[in-house]
C-alpha cells in the first residue's frame, strides 16, 4: 500500500513529506528527479517509475508533484486517484492547491493525511467525514479558538463514517433548502485541416450543490437518456433503478459535488459549434510566414458563442507575429512560443479574422512542423449533446426546496490541424 | 493566522524555546508549541531532540493535542525506544476509553510505533479492539494487525491473529469486511502459499454483498481478491460477473478497471456461445474509453492495461479506434501508448484513417514520437496487406523531408516490409540508396546494409557501397559489423568474380582484427563454409528467410495469461509477470486463465512455476498435427477457443533449428582444422559446436567451469572406461529461444537416467521459471522431478541441470525412435526443441541373458526379423569391444572363435522390456566389423546398431 508520500514544487524542492510506514529517506526522491530532468517539460514526467526498491508513483497538479512512494504491488490507479483526492482535499479545504497554501496550513494538512490513511490504507477520504473531524480554517473560527481554547479537531466520530451512506452526515439542518445542478458538456474534437472532423465526443458531468435538511431522496429524470454511452455515478446514486428505469436515484451528500460523469461519443453525431477557416504558411524563401485565420459560427443550437479564444503553439523558429485581429486582441509569448487570440463573443454578422505576417529566425529552416490550434468557448444555457433534464422530484422530506438546473457547453480538447 | 508562523525562528535556538513552550503549565502554549514541532518535522528537520517533551503532553483530554502527540510519536518512536516505553501506559488506557474514536485512536496509533518491547504490549489492547462493539474500532484494528505482522509475524501467528481477521470477514459491517480482505491480502503477500484467503463459495458471496456497500477503496480490495478465486462451473462464472459488471459505472477508475480485471479473467469461463458472454463483452467497451477521458498518469495506467486487452480479446474495443487519436497536448507516455494500441487495432476497415493520422504525427515535433510514428507505419504494412503499397509510398514522402531522423526511421521499417513482402517493393531501393551518406544510426545503417547485400545482384555498384562502409569498419557498431559481413557474403555468393578481394577483407577483418568474439564467430562459420563447400554455405546463407510475422511485439501467450490475471497492477504497467520485480524474498503465485474449453478441470492450481510439469492428459494423440497443441499444453494452459493458437510459428522454428543445428554441426564438427585451439578458448564456441567432450559436474547449478575444465576433459576423457556418455550438442540455439541455449546429454548412472543440460542465457534480460516437459515418445522417457533451477540466470551466465528420467511417461512412437520433443519453458517464453538420446540409456543392468534362454530366444525369434549392419573403421580387439560394450550395459554371453574370427553373442535388454540379441563378428586385422540383430520388435534395430557403432568408435 501507499508508503510515503512527498510534495514536490516546480523548482523541485520537497516541501512535505509524509510517512504512513517506517520512515523513507527522501533521497528516494533522486530517481524522480532524474526523470523529471529527461522529461524536460513537467507533464511529460512518466506517472511510474521503477527504481531499484521502491515504486514512484506521481502525479502533477497546479505545478505540484504529488509523489508516493510504494513497496509492494499495488494498484497504480488506486494510488493515482487517491493522489488526486488528496489534492482535492487540500483545494477543497484551502480554496486552492498551492505551495505557499499548504504552507500556511502544513499543520491541517498533515492531519488531514494522517485522516485519509492508515498504514496506507485509505480511512477517510470523503469531503464530509473529513470535515468533520478536521474542520477546515475559517478566520471566524481561528479567531475564536484563540479566544476560547477550543480546537478544530473533531472529538465526535463522524456519523456518517460507518452507516450505509457514509457520504452524508446526520442531522443536516438549513433555512433555506436548495438543490442546484449544473449540466456541464466539454467537446473534445480533433478537426484536420480541410475542416472534416477527425475525432470528436463530448465528456458530460452533472454538479451538484446540494443543501437540503433532514435526508431527502431525490431522483432525476432526464428526457433522452440513450443519449448517454457510458455513465459513470458518485457512489450515492443507485445502479439498479438507472439500470432499470434510467432514472438518477440517491440521497445525495451534504454540500458539492460530482452527481454523474458521462460520454457521449461516435455512435451520436456530435456538432461542432464553430467551424475555422485557416491558413499559416512559411514561405521557402526568406525568414517569414503568413498567418489568417477566421472563425465563424456552425451549429450553435441557437445561441452565442463566447469566450472564444485561440491558442496557437508556434514552432521554436518563430520569432514575432505581426498581425491585425478585427475583434479581440492578440498576443505572442516569445519565451513559450504561445499566440494567444482572445475574441470573445463570436458576432455571426461580422466574422473575427487574424491575419499577418510571422517572422523567423534568419537562416533557421523552414519548419517542419505545422502548429495546431486550440479553440476554447463557451455557450451558455445548452447542452450540445441535446440531454436535458425532465423531472427533478423529492421524497423523504416534507418541505419544499428550490430546484434548479442550469446548461453549459464549453470547448474541452477541441484542437485544429493545419 | 496561518501555520507558516510555526516556521519562523528566534536567535536563542529554535529547540531551546520549544523545550520551554512544551513545559509551559498554559494548555494553548502547549498546544502552539507542539503544533511547532510537527511543523519541522513535516519539512524534514530533526527535532527528535524533544521526545521526553512531547511525550509528556501526552496525557491531556484535548484531543487535538493527543494526535498531535501521537502524530509525533510515530516519526520518532523508532529512534527512541526506550522513552517511547513511557508513552505504552497512556495507549492501554486510551484503549479503554469510552470513546470509539480514542480506542481507535489508540490502537491504530500503537500499530505505527515500530518498536518491538511496544508492540508486545499491544496484543492485548488489539485482541480486544478486534472483537469491539463498535464497527469503527473493529475494522481499524483489522488494519492494524497488518501492521503488526509487518514488524513481526510470528508474534501475530503465535498470538492467533490471523484467525481473528478471517472471522471478520464475516462480520456485520461491510466495511469492516473490506479492510480485513485489504490487510488479509497484504499479509498474504509475504506468505504465498500460507491459504489465508481461503475462498469459497460463502466467502465469496459474503464479499459481493460487502462490495455493494462499502467504500470505494474497500471495493477495489474486495475485487482484487475476488479475482484470485477460481469459479466451479460457469454457472457461478456467470453470477459472479452480473454482481460485479455494476462496478463499471463507478466514478473512481481504479475501481473500474479492477472490474474489469475480474470481468476479464471470469469471462474465460463462460461459453461462447452464451447470449451473456455477448452482453459482457459490449459492456466492457464504454468504460474503457471513458478511462481515457480521465487525467493524464490515470489515462496512462488505464492505456498499459488496454493494450494487453486488445492483445486479448481485439473485439472489445475493435470499433473504437478513433478515441485513441493522438492530441498535441497529451503528455509523451500517453502519445507512445496511444499509438501502440492503435497499430494494435489497425485492420483492413480502418487502415486509410489511421496511417492518415499516422503521417500527421511523423510531422510533429517530438523526435521519439515522430520516430514511433514512422514505424508504426511500416507495422501498418506488414499488418494490414492492403495497405503495404500506401504504407511505403507514405514512407518514400517522408524520406523526402529529408529530416534526419525520420529518414534513418524510414529505412529500418522499410527492410521490415521487405521481409513480409519479398520482391515487390525493390524499385524503391534507388531512392534509399541516395540517402545513404546521412545514415549514422547503427540501426539504420544496418538495415540498410542488409537491403543491398539482399538484394546485391539488383544493385549495380552494390560492391562500391558496401566496401564504402567497410573502410570504418573498426568503428562501426557489432550490428553493424556483423550486417556487413554477412551482407558482403552474400555479394560474394551472388557475384563471385567481381568481389572475391572484398570478401577476404571482410573476413580477414572480422576474424584478425576484431576481439568481438560473436563478430569472429561468425567470420569463422562464412570462412569455413566458403571454404569446404561454397555450395553447402550458399544453401546457408542465401536459404529462403522465413517471412516475419504480423505481430511483431506481441505479448507471448502464457504471460498475457498471467498479465490479464494482474489487470490494474504494477505487473500490467510493465508488461512483466509480478515475479519478475517484485521484492525478492515475497513469494509470487502464478495466475492462469482458467477456460471452460479445459477438460474440466475447472480448479485451478497455483502453479508456483516450478512445478509446472505435470501428466498430460492422457488421450491418444493420433498425428504430428496435434503434436505441437499438446506440447503447448505442456504449461498447465488449456487451449483455449478463441484467438489463434499460436502453433504454426513453434512449427517453424522446429524446422528450422535442424536445418541450423543439425547442418552446421556436421559441416564443422568433422573437421580438425588447426582453429581448435581457438575453439577451445571461447567458450561460446565450445559449446556451440559440441567439440569438446562435455564436463561432468554432478551437482546442480554448478557454474560453468569454463575453458579449462573442458580441456582436462580432453585429456581425461578417454580413461574413464564406463558408460559412454555423448558429448553435449546443442539442442536449442539461442537465435531461436529469444536468447536461451541448451546444450545437453543423457547419461545413465547405476541405473537411473539424467538429462543433463546446460542452458546459457544470452538474452540481456534474466531468465527464470524454468520448467520442461516432455512430448509423449516412444519408451515412455518423463522427467521424474521438477526441473531444478532454483536461482534465476542472469545475462551470460550458464547453469548445469541435470533432469533425472523416469520411463513410465505415456507412450507414442516416434521417427526416428530414439527421438524426444522437449519443450522448456521460461518466464520469457516456451521454446521447443527435439533431439535424439542414444538407446543405451534404456539398456537395464540385469539385461545379461542365460546362456540357455539365450540359444532358445535367437531360434524363437523368425529369421525375418534378423537384421544386419556393418560398422567400419573400427580397430579394436573382441575383448576391448566387449569391455566397452558392457560399460553401455550390452553384456557379452559367450565367445567363440571360428577361423580366426571371433563371435561375440551378447544380449541388452530395454526398460519396456524388450530383450535385443547381438551376434558381432570381428576378424582380427580387419576393421569392418559385422553385426546381426535379432529382437522380436525389430524397429529398434537401427538404433540399437547405431548406438553400437557410437560406442565402439569413441
Same mark, same amino acid.
Given at each position: ?191 484536420? !485541416? ?142 513559450? !512560443? ?27 529552416? !523552414? ?35 428550490? !430546484? ?15 | ?125 488489539? @485482541? ?17 494487525? #497488518? ?7 510470528? +508474534? ?5 491473529? +490471523? ?64 479475482? $484470485? ?106 502519445? +507512445? ?94 531512392? +534509399? ?86 563478430? @569472429? ?15 553447402? #554455405? ?5 536459404a529462403e528467410k522465413p517471412l516475419i510475422s504480423e ?32 521484492? *525478492? ?43 505441437l ?16 493458437p499460436p502453433a504454426a510459428a513453434p512449427g517453424m522454428q522446429l524446422g528450422a533449428m535442424d536445418l541450423l543445428?543439425? *547442418? ?21 564456441? *565450445? ?14 547449478? #554448478? ?14 576423457? *578417454? ?16 537465435m531461436k529461444a ?10 545413465? @548412472? ?68 530414439? $527421438? ?11 521454446f521447443y526443441f527435439s ?15 542365460? @546362456? ?10 523368425? $529369421? ?15 575383448? #576391448? ?74
Open positions: 500500500m501507499i508508503h510515503s508520500l512527498f510534495l514536490i514544487n516546480h523548482a523541485g524542492d520537497i516541501f512535505l513529506e509524509k510517512h504512513w510506514k517506517s520512515v523513507i529517506s527522501r533521497s528516494v526522491c533522486d530517481y524522480f528527479f532524474e526523470a523529471k530532468e529527461k522529461a524536460v517539460e513537467p507533464e511529460n514526467v512518466p506517472p511510474v517509475l521503477q527504481t531499484p526498491h521502491h515504486y514512484l508513483i506521481s502525479i502533477y497538479r497546479d505545478k505540484l508533484f504529488f509523489l508516493s512512494v510504494v513497496q509492494t504491488e499495488v494498484p497504480p490507479l488506486f494510488v493515482i486517484e487517491f493522489l488526486h483526492r488528496v489534492a482535492d482535499t487540500i483545494q477543497d479545504y484551502f480554496g486552492e492547491c498551492s505551495e505557499s497554501l499548504i504552507n500556511d496550513n502544513v499543520v491541517t494538512v498533515y492531519e488531514l493525511l494522517e485522516e485519509m490513511l492508515d498504514n496506507g490504507f485509505p480511512l477517510a477520504t470523503e469531503s464530509n467525514v473529513l470535515k468533520e473531524m478536521i474542520r477546515p480554517p475559517t478566520i471566524l473560527r481561528s479567531v475564536v479558538n484563540t479566544l476560547t481554547g477550543s480546537s478544530n479537531v473533531g472529538d465526535k466520530l463522524p456519523s456518517g463514517q460507518l452507516s450505509s451512506i457514509p457520504w452524508r452526515r446526520a442531522g443536516v439542518k438549513y433555512t433555506n433548502n436548495e438543490a442546484y445542478f449544473d449540466v456541464i458538456e466539454e467537446i473534445d474534437a480533433i478537426v484536420d !485541416k480541410s475542416g472534416t472532423t477527425v475525432f470528436a465526443e463530448i465528456q458530460g458531468v452533472i454538479e451538484a450543490s446540494v443543501r437540503l435538511t433532514g435526508m431527502p431522496d431525490l431522483s432525476m429524470t432526464f428526457m433522452n437518456p440513450s443519449l448517454l454511452d457510458d455513465v459513470s455515478f458518485h457512489p450515492c446514486v443507485r445502479f439498479k433503478r438507472w439500470e432499470s428505469e434510467r432514472a438518477l436515484s440517491f440521497i445525495p451528500p451534504d454540500g458539492n459535488f460530482t452527481l454523474m460523469n458521462y460520454h457521449v461519443s461516435s455512435q451520436n453525431l456530435v456538432t461542432i459549434p464553430v467551424y475555422v477557416k485557416q491558413n499559416i504558411c512559411f514561405f521557402e524563401t526568406g525568414p517569414c510566414g503568413r498567418l489568417d485565420i477566421t472563425i465563424g459560427p456552425k451549429q450553435t443550437m441557437g445561441k452565442t458563442v463566447e469566450a472564444l479564444m485561440v491558442t496557437i503553439h508556434m514552432p521554436k523558429a518563430v520569432l514575432s507575429a505581426n498581425l491585425t485581429a478585427t475583434q479581440g486582441n492578440y498576443s505572442y509569448d516569445l519565451a513559450t !512560443k504561445v499566440l494567444v487570440w482572445d475574441i470573445g463573443k463570436l458576432n455571426p454578422q461580422k466574422l473575427p479574422n487574424l491575419r499577418g505576417s510571422l517572422s523567423l529566425q534568419s537562416g533557421a529552416p !523552414k519548419p517542419e512542423d505545422n502548429p495546431s490550434l486550440n479553440i476554447d468557448l463557451k455557450i451558455q444555457q445548452v447542452a450540445i449533446s441535446g440531454l436535458k433534464v425532465s423531472r427533478l422530484e423529492m421524497n423523504g422530506e416534507k418541505y419544499k426546496p428550490f !430546484k434548479g438546473v442550469k446548461y453549459l457547453t464549453k470547448a474541452g480538447n477541441f484542437q485544429v490541424r493545419t | 493566522m496561518t501555520d507558516s508562523k510555526y516556521f519562523t525562528t528566534t536567535k536563542k535556538g529554535e529547540i531551546f524555546e520549544l523545550k520551554a513552550e512544551l513545559n509551559s503549565d498554559k494548555k494553548e502554549k502547549k498546544k502552539e508549541a507542539v503544533k511547532k514541532v510537527i511543523a519541522s518535522m513535516t519539512v524534514g528537520k530533526d527535532v527528535s531532540a524533544l521526545f521526553p517533551d512531547v511525550v509528556n503532553c501526552m496525557q491531556t483530554d484535548n484531543l487535538e493535542l493527543k494526535k498531535l502527540v501521537y502524530l509525533y510519536l510515530m516519526n520518532y518512536a523508532k529512534s527512541q525506544p526506550d522513552m517511547a516505553i513511557m508513552a505504552v501506559n497512556t495507549f492501554v488506557k486510551d484503549c479503554e476509553d469510552l470513546n470509539p474514536l480514542i480506542r481507535a485512536l489508540a490502537v491504530r496509533t500503537m500499530g505505527c510505533i515500530r518498536v518491538d518491547k511496544i508492540t508486545e504490549y499491544l496484543c492485548e489492547p488489539l @485482541r480486544k479492539c478486534l472483537k469491539d462493539e463498535d464497527p469503527y474500532v473493529r475494522k481499524t484494528a483489522a488494519v492494524c494487525v #497488518a501492521k503488526l505482522h509487518d514488524i513481526n509475524a510470528q +508474534l501475530v501467528e503465535d498470538q492467533g491473529f +490471523l484467525d481473528t481477521l478471517k472471522d471478520l470477514i464475516s462480520d456485520s459491517n461491510p466495511m469492516v469486511v473490506a479492510n480485513a480482505v485489504a490487510a488479509l491480502s497484504e499479509i498474504a503477500e509475504s506468505h504465498p502459499n500460507s491459504n489465508l484467503l481461503d475462498l469459497n463459495p460463502q466467502t465469496i458471496n459474503k464479499l459481493l454483498t460487502a462490495l455493494n456497500e462499502c467504500t470505494e477503496w474497500g471495493q477495489i480490495f474486495i475485487l482484487d481478491c475476488l479475482a $484470485n478465486y477460481s469459479p466451479r462451473d460457469d454457472r457461478e462464472s456467470q453470477s459472479i460477473c452480473e454482481r460485479v459488471t455494476p462496478r463499471l459505472s463507478h466514478a473512481n477508475s481504479a475501481v473500474v478497471l479492477s472490474a474489469v480485471k475480474v470481468l476479464m479473467k471470469f469471462m474465460e469461463m463462460l461459453p461462447k456461445d452464451l447470449d451473456y458472454y455477448g452482453t459482457l463483452l459490449k459492456k466492457l467497451a464504454p468504460p474503457l474509453v471513458t478511462l481515457l477521458s480521465a487525467e493524464p498518469e490515470l489515462q496512462y495506467v488505464a492505456l498499459r492495461n488496454i493494450n494487453l486487452i486488445v492483445q486479448r480479446r481485439p473485439e472489445i474495443l475493435k470499433h473504437e479506434m478513433k478515441v485513441f487519436f493522438v492530441k498535441y497536448n497529451d503528455p509523451i507516455y500517453v502519445k +507512445l501508448e496511444k499509438l501502440d494500441i492503435m497499430i494494435r487495432l489497425a485492420s483492413q476497415a480502418n487502415i486509410a484513417q489511421v496511417l492518415a493520422e499516422l503521417k500527421e504525427y511523423a510531422t510533429e515535433v517530438d523526435v521519439d514520437f515522430v520516430r514511433k510514428a514512422v514505424r508504426a507505419i511500416g507495422r501498418c504494412a506488414i499488418k494490414v496487406e492492403q495497405s503495404a503499397e500506401r504504407c511505403v509510398s507514405t514512407l518514400l514522402d517522408l524520406i523526402q523531408t529529408k529530416v534526419n531522423y525520420v529518414v534513418q526511421e524510414a529505412i529500418v521499417v522499410i527492410k521490415d516490409i521487405f521481409r513480409k513482402y519479398p520482391n515487390k517493393y525493390e524499385s524503391v531501393i534507388a531512392t +534509399l540508396c541516395e540517402h545513404l551518406e546521412s545514415l549514422d544510426e547503427p540501426e539504420a545503417r544496418a538495415a540498410m546494409i542488409w537491403i543491398v547485400g539482399e538484394y546485391a545482384e539488383r544493385i549495380d555498384n552494390a560492391d562500391e557501397l558496401l566496401e564504402s562502409f567497410l573502410e570504418g569498419f573498426h568503428d562501426e557498431s557489432t550490428q553493424v559489423q556483423l550486417q556487413l559481413l554477412t551482407a558482403i557474403v552474400k555479394l560474394f555468393l551472388k557475384k563471385p568474380t567481381e568481389t572475391q578481394e572484398l570478401v577476404q577483407q571482410v573476413l580477414s577483418l572480422a576474424t584478425q582484427d576484431s576481439d568481438n568474439p560473436d563478430l @569472429r564467430d561468425r567470420g569463422y562459420i562464412y570462412w569455413r563454409l566458403l571454404s569446404t563447400d561454397p555450395v553447402a #554455405a550458399k544453401e546457408v546463407v542465401l505481430e511483431t511485439d506481441l505479448i507471448e501467450p502464457t504471460l498475457l495469461e498471467e498479465l490479464i490475471c494482474h489487470i490494474g497492477t504494477l505487473a500490467s504497467v510493465y508488461h512483466k509477470p509480478p515475479s519478475a520485480f517484485v521484492e *525478492g524474498s515475497r513469494g509470487v503465485q502464478h495466475k492462469r486463465l482458467t477456460s471452460s474449453a479445459g477438460s474440466g478441470e475447472s480448479v485451478e492450481s497455483p502453479d508456483t512455476g516450478s512445478a509446472a510439469v505435470s501428466e498430460a492428459p492422457p488421450a491418444v494423440i493420433p498425428s504430428q498435427g496435434d503434436l497443441g499438446d506440447l503447448l499444453n505442456l504449461d498447465l494452459t488449456p487451449p483455449t477457443s478463441t484467438g489463434p543445428g543439425g *547442418g552446421l554441426d556436421s559441416l564443422m564438427g568433422d573437421e580438425s582444422e588447426p582453429l581448435g585451439g581457438d575453439i577451445g578458448g571461447s567458450p561460446a564456441m *565450445g559449446a556451440g559446436f559440441g567439440a569438446p567432450p562435455a564436463a561432468m559436474p554432478a551437482s546442480f547449478n #554448478a557454474p560453468i567451469s569454463g575453458g579449462l575444465d573442458d580441456l582436462f576433459d580432453l585429456g581425461g576423457g *578417454g580413461m574413464t572406461m564406463g558408460t559412454y556418455i555423448p558429448p553435449k550438442t546443442v539442442w536449442l540455439p539461442a529469444k536468447g536461451l541455449e541448451i546444450s545437453g546429454t543423457f547419461v545413465r @548412472r547405476s541405473g537411473v537416467i539424467q538429462m543433463e543440460m546446460t542452458l546459457n542465457n544470452k538474452a540481456m534480460s534474466v531468465m527464470s521459471d524454468f520448467a520442461i516437459q516432455f512430448n509423449r515418445n516412444s519408451f515412455g522417457l518423463a522427467p521424474a522431478g521438477p526441473l531444478q533451477i532454483l536461482t534465476p540466470i542472469s545475462p551470460n551466465q550458464s547453469i548445469e541441470a541435470a533432469l533425472p528420467l523416469s520411463t513410465v511417461g505415456p507412450v507414442m512412437k516416434m521417427e526416428p525412435l530414439n $527421438n524426444l520433443q522437449v519443450a522448456v519453458k521460461n518466464n520469457i517464453d516456451v533431439c535424439q538420446y542414444p538407446i543405451s540409456m534404456l539398456f537395464l543392468e540385469d539385461g545379461k541373458m542365460e @546362456r540357455q534362454v539365450f540359444l532358445a530366444t535367437w531360434k524363437d525369434i523368425p $529369421n525375418e526379423n534378423e537384421s544386419q549392419f556393418q560398422i567400419k573403421d573400427c580397430h579394436l580387439n573382441s575383448d #576391448a569391444a566387449s569391455n566397452k560394450l558392457q560399460g553401455s550395459n550390452i553384456f557379452t554371453i559367450a565367445k567363440r572363435t571360428v577361423e580366426g574370427q571371433d563371435m561375440l553373442y551378447q544380449s541388452m535388454k530395454l526398460t519396456n522390456g524388450i530383450w535385443v540379441l547381438a551376434e558381432l563378428r570381428v576378424q582380427a586385422g580387419n576393421p569392418n566389423y559385422t553385426i546381426s540383430l535379432k529382437c522380436r520388435a525389430p524397429e529398434v534395430s537401427q538404433c540399437v546398431f547405431q548406438n553400437y557403432e557410437t560406442v565402439l568408435k569413441n
